[in-house]
Every structure is written in C-alpha cells, then in structure tokens.
C-alpha cells in the first residue's frame, strides 16, 4: 500500500488532527481535563491533572483523611513497580 508523504495531512482521505487524538487520563481522579495535556503534568510517566495537582498541593495533615488519602496517592505514584 503506498502511503502518502509525511508532511501531507491526508491518509486515505482522512485528515489526521480530526481522526486521532490522544487524551490524557488524570492517574487520581480518571478524567480527561477539559484543556488536555495542558491542564496537567507528568510524574514519572503518569498524568496528573491540574484539579488533583491543587488537592495535592493544598492537602493539610490538620485534615487527617484527606491527607492519609493524598500519602497513599502519591505513595502509589512514586512507589509503583
């Protein structure tokens, strides 16, 4: 099968920004941000939101379930085999 060149958008009359897109899943709270790649970041090859990245951030251990639940989120991240 010939394939088109690689500068060329189109692939069996298809155009390729509109058929494939890759969006990232958030590793806490598995939903796609609403401005994809850009409302997050990657710690250790898994995506997180900017919604989970402020949890995160502003968790308080005065808060003691949430931030038991913040420790065994990031343990997962950064201790993940």
Not at 29 to 41: K, L, M, T, Y
Request: with cysteine; glycine share 4%; charged share 30%.
């Amino acid at each position: 099968m010939n394939r088109p060149a690689v500068n060329n958008r189109l692939y069996n009359g298809k155009d390729h920004k509109t058929e494939r897109k890759v969006l990232p899943v958030c590793f806490l709270c598995h939903e796609v941000p609403s401005d994809g790649i850009r409302s997050g970041f990657f710690l250790r090859g898994i995506f997180i939101c900017s919604k989970c990245e402020e949890d995160l951030i502003h968790s308080q251990p005065e808060q003691h379930e949430k931030y038991q639940l913040t420790i065994a989120k990031l343990r997962k991240i950064l201790f993940k085999k």
